[in-house]
């Protein structure tokens, strides 16, 4: 007999906090004043973007680049082939614009904050995420959901990133559980679903672009909508 559910992880970008659908507006706000833009073929755009930031992220997680680095080296490259001309200053206020346009357009994945509320009342909510402590906090607070959650574990926090195991046994051991009556609801193949399936807790794959699942035995959900199939699905899966 399976063990009753007290706790339900999160990642939170591309999860809980929509990072796609906020990264292709600011891209768009911050690219179309500029002359080359008109021309672009906007998904490529953002397929490159989309690129950098898996790469540069990974060299952060690294300790290559810290992520004003990364972030800068980002924008250099992906402009690079549209924009050949530009200047230092030029790529700069180009990031400085996208800077100013994505916090501004930050938005929850849909249903995300009615799923928080479901479960509260019987389940422990913990946020697991490979980002900054303090960016990840100040986004929780922007979107509503601080008061939601009951613990937020960090790569920057603990020292390594998904999927190490050693952050998931710090969610765990902060909010009281044990693997067993743990689920952990993400959208990474790798650092959410095999993160988890490493330590012993049950994976939910938020598949939004419904690719074909690697393992079919791993519970897949592709929204939050309507609430009661993503409860059935986050809560059958332990």
């Excluded at 928080?116 to 913990?126: F, Q, S, V, W, Y």
């Excluded at 008061?147 to 190490?164: F, M, N, R, Y």
């Amino acid at each position: 007999m399976s063990a009753p559910l007290t706790t339900v992880l999160f990642d939170l970008d591309d999860t809980l906090f929509d990072h796609i659908a906020t990264a292709r507006a600011s891209l768009r706000a911050s690219a179309s004043p500029l002359p080359f833009f008109q021309t672009v073929d906007f998904e490529a755009f953002y397929q490159r973007y989309s690129e950098l930031l898996e790469e540069n992220h990974a060299l952060v997680m690294a300790g290559r680049y810290s992520y004003e680095e990364a972030r800068r080296l980002r924008f250099k490259h992906l402009l690079a082939p549209y924009w050949p001309s530009a200047t230092a200053a030029e790529i700069e206020a180009f990031v400085q614009a996208n800077q100013t346009h994505y916090p501004r357009m930050r938005q929850p994945m849909a249903g995300a904050r009615a799923l928080l509320h479901a479960l509260k009342p019987r389940h422990r909510i913990g946020i697991v995420t490979n980002n900054r402590t303090a960016e990840q906090e100040e986004k929780l607070t922007f979107l509503g959901m601080t008061d939601l959650v009951d613990a937020l574990i960090t790569s920057e926090d603990v020292g390594v990133p998904k999927p190490d195991p050693r952050i998931f046994e710090v969610a765990l051991q902060r909010l009281g559980a044990r693997p067993a009556e743990a689920v952990l609801v993400g959208d990474n193949w790798r650092a959410d679903v095999l993160g988890a399936l490493d330590v012993g807790i049950r994976p939910v794959w938020v598949n939004r672009l419904g690719v074909a699942r690697p393992l079919a035995h791993v519970a897949e959900i592709t929204s939050f909508e309507p609430l009661e199939d993503a409860l059935r699905i986050i809560v059958a899966a332990c």
